[in-house]
């Protein structure tokens, strides 16, 4: 993966290395959603990769149970995920 298609690979509607030429199926948002999800428990999501055609690793940060930023056991959470661009 590119440097560029990473800076994009969160964005809503967006897919990246060739995607929508191989494959028909897909909108785009799933990468998109995965990170808004995350974000509302108080984590963050990242990508790495050495360039095209090496592979993509990507990192999920959640905070640990009793750190300052560990939502409490059993409080609720809600998600909203606008799908308007």
């Known amino acids: 993966m590119t440097a560029d298609e990473m800076t ?3 964005t809503k ?6 995607a929508s030429k191989y494959r028909k199926e897909g909108t785009g948002l799933g990468l998109y ?3 808004q999800i995350i974000r509302e428990h108080r984590g963050d999501i990242e990508v790495t990769s ?3 055609n090496h592979g993509s690793t990507f990192y999920v940060h959640l905070p ?6 560990a ?5 609720k959470v809600s998600v909203e ?4 661009k």
Do not use: D, Q
Not at 64 to 69: D, F, K, L, M
Not at 81 to 84: E, N, S, T
């Open 8 to 10: 994009k690979l969160f």
């Open 13 to 18: 509607f967006t897919r990246v290395g060739g």
């Open 33 to 35: 959603v995965a990170k």
């Open 50 to 52: 050495p360039g095209m």
């Open 64 to 69: 640990t149970e009793g750190s300052p930023n």
């Open 71 to 75: 939502l409490t056991a059993g409080k």
């Open 81 to 84: 995920i606008k799908a308007g």
